[in-house]
Structure formats: C-alpha cells, structure tokens
C-alpha cells in the first residue's frame, strides 16, 4: 500500500498553522526572490483544503494577505531604487529607451497592469520593483495590487480545492493534476509573451528594463 504523501506532508510540522504560516511566507518572498511559481503552494494548500485540513476561506484570506504583502515589499525596494532609475531612464540607450517605455505603460495601464502581472510568475517582480523605481502613487499601486493578489489567490487555490474535490481517493493525483494546470499556464504566458515580442521587434527589451529596476534595488 503507498504511503499517503499529503498525510506524510501535514505529519511533517507539528501543526497544520505552521503548514499555512510557510506557505504564506513562500508567497510574499516569492514576488521579491521568484526562485519557483509560488502557485505550486497555493495549489498544494487547496488540495489541503480539500481534504479538511485546512479552512477553505481561511486559506484564501492568508494566501491573499501574503501575495499582497508581498508586492508591496517588492514596490518599496523599487522605491529605494527611484534615484538610479531615473538617471539610467533619461540616458540615450536602449536600455533608457525601455525604462521610459514602461513607465508610460505603468502610467497608461496603471492598476490593470500590476493587477494582471500577479499572474505572471517573473512579471509580477519585475512590474511591482518597476512600479516603485518610477514613482507609481503608492494609492493606485495598491489597488492593483489588492486586486490582483485577491484573484490570484482565489484562482490558484480554487484549483487546487477542485482537484482535491475530483480526486478525494487520491488527494496526491489531484495535486498533480493541479499543478499540471500552473505549468501550463506559465507555458502558454511565455508562448504568447515571446510571441508578442517577436510581433514588435522588441526581443529581449522588456526583460532588459526589468532587470536594470531590480539590479538598481540590490546595488
């Protein structure tokens, strides 16, 4: 008989708070340090969800909460970075060509922008630091913010709730099922990013802007 590995996973802390508490934490370190698609813990906590050990609402709260937390900390490491930004912005350069571009598109798009790029694994860095480094108002940040960390959030663990529904004999297939959904959503945003780019002839240039705000952050 194999073992249960959500039952292994939730035996691993001492109680279900502290499971809750680290997935949270992964979520707002995620839109500083985006080393892996903090969905895959939104997912594993619906599927958690699914099987009574976590609230549903409960959940969806603090996962909300942490995603929103997070973008905020990503905009005020931004913010620090303004002074750079701006002298790198106003260069003759390619680069200062793409920095000014996304700041007319922060200004133009506003809270559309920050809210629809919490979906996008690296944009949501990399729109949320340059949010800040360009002098977004922080009332307009935050309500795309608050937007988009509240649907981000009820999506992702919704469909890790589901998948945890439609398998309730085997939880573990409906957290593989779930996360499959993740990968192809990132797959199909790269797909259709690059595809964009390649339209404009812009190749590289939007990660190149992006880059420069986060480098302008640690330096």
Known sequence: MQPD???????????????????????????????LPSETALVTVGVLAATGVFSLQASLATLAVAAFAGDLLAFALGRNAAPRWERLRSTATRR???????????????????????????????????????????????TGAALGSVAWATAFTLTGYLGGRAFAGNPAIGLL?????????????EVVRQARDGDRGTGAAPSDGS???VTAVVR
Do not use: C, N, Q
Request: aromatic letters at 6%; glycine letters at 10%; zero cysteines.
């Open 177 to 189: 099922v779930g996360l499959g959904v993740v990968a192809l959503v990132a797959l199909l945003t």
């Open 5 to 35: 590995v959500l039952a292994v996973l939730t035996a691993a802390l001492p109680t279900t708070a502290w499971l809750l508490a680290v997935a949270a934490a992964f979520v707002t370190l995620d839109a500083v340090l985006p080393v």
């Open 211 to 213: 880059s420069t705000a």
């Open 96 to 142: 200062g060509a793409v920095m000014r571009g996304a700041s007319e598109a922060l200004g133009r798009y506003g809270v559309g922008l920050v809210a629809s790029a919490r979906f996008v694994p690296a944009g949501r860095t990399a729109v949320t630091v340059s949010a800040g480094a360009s002098g977004m108002r922080l009332p307009v940040f935050a």
